[in-house]
C-alpha cells in the first residue's frame, strides 16, 4: 500500500512540474513582450501565450487532476506524503475548485469580455470619457458577482474576492483598519499642505542620462543583495519584477531622464518583490509553492524596500556620495536638503505617483468603493462622482477629468476585484515587520548606515520568504510579530517620519 | 463529402499551429539562454526546453498525425486541399517517417549519447586531446550509420545525411563541384601567400567600443532593410539568427573590441539570414513552411550579403565616412587600404576565423572526411592524421594541437553529419544568383554604392525568400539561373577579387 502511494506521488508531481514548465514558457513570453519583443510579432505570441495557458487550465481542471486529489487527499495517506506534495496538493485543490464551479461556457464569455473591456478602458481613458467603459464595467461587475455565488460566501460577498488575494483577511478586519489609518493619515495630509517648511524639489528635475541612472540603479541592486546569477534588470514601461524559475527573478524599471526616482525607487520597489522570490526555500522549487503566499505579505516586501530602507535617511547618508559620482548635479545641494525632498508628500490625483503617506488613501477610497459595489450599496453608473467625492473629502483634491479619476487603473477593467487592498494590507505587514525587526535586530539604522543589508535580507528570509507559499499570509504576520494585523506601527511610522520633516 | 476533407484540413492546421506554438515557446527559451539568462536558472531551464521539444515529437508522431497523413494524403481528396496543406502535409509526413523509423529505445540512447558527447567534447577540446573524445564520436557514427540504414540509402549512404540538410544534393555532385573549388583556389592561395603585395592591416585593430560598434551595426541595418519591427539585435557568445514567429525574426551578434570585424561582418551575415526570413510569404505562417528551405539556401543569403555586398569595395565608398564617425581612428587610412585590409586572405586553421577565398577548403576538408568516414574508407581513430595531412596539403598550415585542428568544431559532437556541405553549397548558390541577379538588375555595384539595397531584397524575395520551404533548394536554383549547381561563378568572383587585391 505504501509503495503504491508514493508512486502516485511522484507521478502526481510530475505532472505539476510539466504544469510549473508551461507556466515558466508562458513568464519568459510574458517578461518578452514587455522588455522588447519586436512590435510585429505581438498577436502570434499572444496566441501562443493564449495555447499554452489553455493548456495549464485543462491541466488544472482534468480528470487525471482530480483522481490526484481524491488518491492523495484520503485521510489514511495523508502521513505518507511528503510536505512538498502535501503543500502543492492543497495549491491544486484551490484551484481546481475555483476553476471548475464555474460553468465552461460561462467563464468563455468572461475572458472574452474581460480583453475587449481591457481595449475599451483604454479606448475610454484615452478620451477621458467614462460613459464609453461603463457597460463594460458593469459586465465585469455581474460576472464577478455571479462567481461569488458559485464560489460560495463567508459572510460579505466582498470576502469571497479578497480570499483571491489575500487568504483570510476579510471586511470586517479591513474595515476597521483602514478607518483607524484614514482617520489619522487624513488629518497629517491636511497639516502638511498648511505647512511652512516645505521642502525644496527644483534640482530632482535636472536631466540625469538613463545610461547613468541604469548604473547606479546596478550598483544599489548589488548592495542590497540581489543576485544577478539569478536574475537581470531590464527596461520596460510598466515595471514588474517576475519569477521564471527558482534561479532566475528578474526584474525591470523605468527610466524618466528628468525625474531619477521613478527609476531608483521603482527598482528598488521590484528588487523587494525579488528578493522574496529569489530566497524561498529550493525545496519548493517545480511547485507552484515556489511563489510568494499573497499580494499583500509580497507588497510588504517591496515596500520595505522602497520605503524603509531606500527612503530612509541612513540610505543616503550611505549612498548620496556615489549619487552625486552619477548625478553630478547634485554635487551643491545638502544631504538634508536631498532627504527632505525625495519624501516630499503632496496630495495628488494618480496612485502610481502619489508619495508614501498619502498613498494609503488611494487604496482605501478605491476599497471602500469596491466593497459598496459588491454588496448593492452603490451601482457602476454611481463610481465617478463618488470617486471625486472621496478624493475630495480624504485628500483634498477633485479631478477634472475621468482619465484622471476613475479611469486611471486598469485592474478594473482586468475583472481584478479585491486586488487593490492588497497595496495598503502590504504597507502596513511591512511597518508590523520592521517593528519586530528592530526588537531582534540592533540598530536598524545603523545596519542601513553600514550598507549591512545582508542582516536584514537574512531576517526577512528566515520569517518570510524561505515558506513561500506554505504559510499563510496573517499566519507569517503572527508568527513574525505576535499579533494580528496592527495599523499603529504604520501610523506611527508616518506620523513621526513627516512630521519631523514638516517641522509639525 | 467535400465539406468533411475541409473539416479535417482545419483540425490538421490547428494541430500543426499548436505544435508551432511549442516551437515559439522553445525558441524564445533558446534565444534567451544565449542572450543573457541568468546562470542559476538555466539547468531548470533547459528541463523545460526538454519537456516542450518532447511534446512537439509526440505529436509529430502521434497517432493523431499518422490519422491525418492518411486521410489527407489520398490521391482522390490532394486536388481539395489548399496549397498551405498541401506543402505543410508533406513537411509533417517527412517529419513523421524519419521519427518513426528509428525504434524508440535507440533513439533515447542516442539522445542521451548526444548531451553527453558535447560535455566530452568541450572537454576535450580544452584539454586538446582527441583520445578523449574518440570513442564517443564512434559511438555517434556508429548510431548515424543504424540510422542511415532505417531510413534508406539512395546510392552512397552519405546522400542519406545530405538530404537531411540539403535535399537533392549528393555525393556525385558534391565531388564534381568541389574538386573543381578545389583545384581552383589551392593554386589561388599559393599565389597569394607568395605575393608581395600584402595588405596593411595594424589599422584594424585599434581599440573601438563596443557600444559604437552596436550603434554601427544598428545602423548598416537599417540600410540594408532589416525590419526592427519585427526583429531586435542582441549579444551573444556564438552569434545566430533566430525565427519566432513570421513578425519576429531576431539576430544577435559578438563584438570584439580589438577587432571590429567580428561584430559588423557578423552583424551583416545574420542580417542575410534574417532578410530571408522576415521576407518569407505571411501566406505559410504558423506552419513548418514558414522556414528557409535549406541549410545551404540559408546559407547563401547570409553570404550574399557578408561576402558580395559587405566586403564589396562600392559598399565601404558609401559608408566608410559613416564609419569614420563612430571610429575616428580610421581618419587617416585611405578607402583603398581599408578595403585591401579588410579582404586580407591567409591561410589559417580555424574555420569560423577563415577569409571568404581560404573558407571552402575549410569545408571541402570536411566533406572529404565525412564522406570517407560513412562509406567506410576510414575510421574514426584516423581522423587527426587525415585532418592534419588535408591541412597541410590544401592550406599550407598544419595544426599542432588537436584543439586547433580536429577538435574546432561541435558539429559532430551534436551528432550533425551531413551540415558541413552546406556552407560551401550556399556560397556557391549566392555567387550562381549574384550573376543572374546582375543580369537583371542594371549595375549591381551602383545599386550598393547608392545604397539602393532595396531593389536587391526585393529581387532576393522575389525569386527565393518568399517561397519558404514550398520549393527545394535545387530547384530554387534551377528556376533563378536556368542551370545546375556550377562552381564557375564563384570561382571567377574569388579570382577575379583576389588576384586584384594581391596584384596577381
Redesign the interface.
Known amino acids: 500500500m505504501k509503495k503504491n502511494i508514493q508512486a502516485v506521488e511522484k507521478q502526481f508531481l510530475q505532472y505539476v512540474k510539466?504544469m510549473m514548465?508551461y507556466k515558466?514558457?508562458?513568464s519568459?513570453?510574458y517578461w518578452?513582450l514587455r522588455t522588447?519583443?519586436?512590435?510585429?510579432?505581438?498577436?502570434?505570441?499572444s496566441?501562443?501565450i493564449g495555447?499554452?495557458s489553455q493548456d495549464v487550465f485543462h491541466m488544472s481542471t482534468s480528470e487525471q487532476m482530480a483522481a490526484y486529489i481524491a488518491e492523495l487527499s484520503a485521510k489514511s495517506v495523508q502521513e505518507q506524503l511528503s510536505p512538498v506534495t502535501r503543500y502543492t496538493l492543497v495549491e491544486c485543490q484551490k484551484e481546481y475548485e475555483r476553476n471548475k464551479k464555474i460553468p465552461a461556457d460561462e467563464y468563455k464569455q468572461y475572458v472574452i469580455l474581460q480583453s475587449k473591456a481591457e481595449s475599451v478602458w483604454e479606448e475610454a481613458k484615452a478620451k477621458s470619457d467614462f460613459s464609453l467603459f461603463e457597460p463594460y464595467l458593469k459586465q465585469l461587475v455581474d460576472f464577478t458577482k455571479r462567481f461569488i455565488t458559485y464560489w460560495g460566501t463567508n459572510g460579505h460577498p466582498y470576502n469571497t474576492l479578497l480570499d483571491l488575494y489575500e487568504p483570510g483577511v476579510t471586511v470586517d478586519l479591513l474595515d476597521d483598519v483602514f478607518s483607524k489609518l484614514r482617520n489619522r493619515i487624513v488629518p497629517l495630509v491636511q497639516q502638511i499642505s498648511e505647512s511652512r517648511h516645505k521642502p525644496e524639489t527644483s534640482f530632482l528635475f535636472q536631466p540625469f542620462p538613463k545610461e547613468k541612472q541604469r548604473a547606479f540603479s546596478l550598483a544599489l541592486l548589488k548592495e542590497l543583495g540581489y543576485?544577478?546569477?539569478?536574475?537581470?534588470l531590464d527596461e520596460t514601461t510598466h515595471p514588474f519584477a517576475i519569477t521564471?524559475?527558482?534561479?532566475?527573478v528578474?526584474i525591470t524599471t523605468k527610466y524618466d531622464e528628468n525625474d531619477f526616482r521613478t527609476a531608483i525607487f521603482g527598482t528598488i520597489h521590484e528588487c523587494g518583490h525579488a528578493l522574496y522570490e529569489q530566497n524561498i526555500s529550493k525545496e519548493w522549487?517545480?511547485t507552484p509553492l515556489y511563489d510568494g503566499t499573497s499580494m499583500g505579505i509580497h507588497e510588504s516586501q517591496s515596500l520595505f524596500y522602497e520605503n524603509f530602507i531606500a527612503r530612509h535617511y541612513s540610505f543616503w547618508k550611505r549612498y548620496y556620495s556615489l549619487l552625486q559620482q552619477y548625478a553630478p548635479h547634485f554635487v551643491d545641494v545638502s544631504l538634508d536638503d536631498f532627504y527632505r525632498a525625495i519624501n516630499e508628500s503632496k496630495p495628488s490625483l494618480i496612485r502610481i505617483e502619489a508619495d508614501e503617506l498619502t498613498y494609503p488613501l488611494h487604496i482605501i477610497i478605491r476599497y471602500e468603493m469596491e466593497k459598496a459595489l459588491f454588496d448593492g450599496a452603490i451601482e457602476v453608473r454611481d463610481l465617478p462622482h463618488i470617486w471625486n467625492e472621496k478624493y475630495e473629502a480624504y485628500l483634498g483634491v477633485r479631478p477634472e477629468r475621468d482619465a484622471e479619476g476613475i479611469l486611471q487603473d486598469v485592474h478594473w477593467a482586468g475583472g481584478s476585484f479585491g486586488y487593490f487592498p492588497s497595496y495598503a494590507l502590504g504597507y502596513m505587514y511591512a511597518a508590523q515587520f520592521k517593528y519586530a525587526m528592530e526588537k531582534q535586530l540592533l540598530d536598524f539604522d545603523k545596519l542601513i548606515e553600514n550598507g549591512e543589508f545582508v542582516h536584514i535580507r537574512e531576517w526577512l528570509t528566515k520569517h518570510i520568504h524561505q515558506y513561500g507559499k506554505t504559510k499563510k499570509p496573517l499566519d507569517i504576520l503572527h508568527e513574525v510579530t505576535g499579533e494580528g494585523l496592527n495599523p499603529t506601527y504604520l501610523i506611527r511610522y508616518l506620523e513621526e517620519k513627516y512630521k519631523h520633516i514638516y517641522r509639525l
Chains 1, 2 share one sequence.
Not at 543576485?227 to 537581470?232: E, N, P, V
Not at 521564471?244 to 532566475?248: R, W
Open positions: 510539466k514548465a515558466e514558457a508562458i519568459l513570453m518578452d522588447g519583443a519586436p512590435r510585429k510579432g505581438v498577436d502570434q505570441r496566441e501562443v495555447m499554452l543576485d544577478f546569477d539569478a536574475g537581470r521564471l524559475n527558482e534561479g532566475d528578474r522549487a517545480g
